[in-house]
Antibody, heavy 116, light 107 residues
Framework: EVQLVESGGGLVKPGGSLRLSCAAS????????MNWVRQAPGKGLEWVSS????????YYADSVKGRFTVSRDNSKNSLSLQMNSLRDEDTAVYYC?????????WGQGTLVTVSS | DIQMTQSPSSLSASVGDRVTITCRAS??????LNWHQQKPGKAPKVLIY???SLQSGVPSRFSGSGSGTDFTLTISSLQPEDFATYYC?????????FGQGTKLEIK
């Protein structure tokens, strides 16, 4: 069974940093591209970042470019999102999602709240 | 980026009704269109991929159609567990983009 389990969310002040993690199991992690998708309270889904299976190709939404960094460790079946210079508008549930453009599995999400 | 537009934004219906949700892409995306269902407080779940293929385990009352720029999600006979928000998502190009969502409520 495919499982994606996010962790690392919490309350952080504007300008602060946070690192999210996603632990993957039930599939060959190193064969799949992965994504981070977020959802602000009461809003829709917004793609944040993608990373290819071997980390060759990395993409970011304009809204996070230069502030967020995605990475993966295929030896540990793990995906990460380093978030710096956080803003109020980054408040959201962050989902880890499997797939290259076509998302076929989602994690349960982790809540990031940016507030003073 | 490819823009995805859903209609309606919200919809009231009764158990047993047939419901159709529409999704339009700002340019042709062939059949690279997926539908996701999200219940309150839960993660999204994939229903349909490649415009019309049912994800494993999804009931057959859900169906998808379309190609190019215009797509539909149809629920043939609404069940109580189908009241949720539905999102279309294009997988034709990066970044993958989502429609704004259609909230399906009980009448």
């Amino acid at each position: 069974e495919v499982q994606l389990v996010e962790s690392g969310g919490g309350l952080v002040k504007p300008g602060g940093s946070l690192r999210l993690s996603c632990a993957a199991s039930g599939f060959t992690f190193s064969s799949y591209s992965m994504n981070w998708v977020r959802q602000a309270p009461g809003k829709g889904l917004e793609w944040v970042s993608s990373i290819s299976s071997s980390s060759t190709y990395i993409y970011y939404a304009d809204s996070v470019k230069g502030r967020f960094t995605v990475s993966r460790d295929n030896s540990k079946n793990s995906l990460s999102l380093q978030m710096n210079s956080l803003r109020d508008e980054d408040t959201a549930v962050y989902y880890c999602a499997r797939g290259e453009r076509r998302i076929d599995y989602w994690g349960q999400g982790t809540l990031v709240t940016v507030s003073s | 980026d490819i823009q995805m537009t859903q209609s309606p934004s919200s919809l009231s219906a009764s158990v047993g009704d047939r419901v159709t949700i529409t999704c339009r892409a700002s340019q042709s995306i062939s059949s690279y269109l997926n539908w996701h269902q999200q219940k309150p407080g839960k993660a999204p779940k994939v229903l349909i991929y490649a415009a019309s293929s049912l994800q494993s385990g999804v009931p057959s009352r859900f169906s998808g159609s379309g190609s190019g720029t215009d797509f539909t999600l149809t629920i043939s006979s609404l069940q109580p567990e189908d009241f949720a928000t539905y999102y279309c998502q294009q997988s034709y190009s990066t970044p993958p983009t989502f429609g704004q969502g259609t909230k399906l409520e009980i009448k």
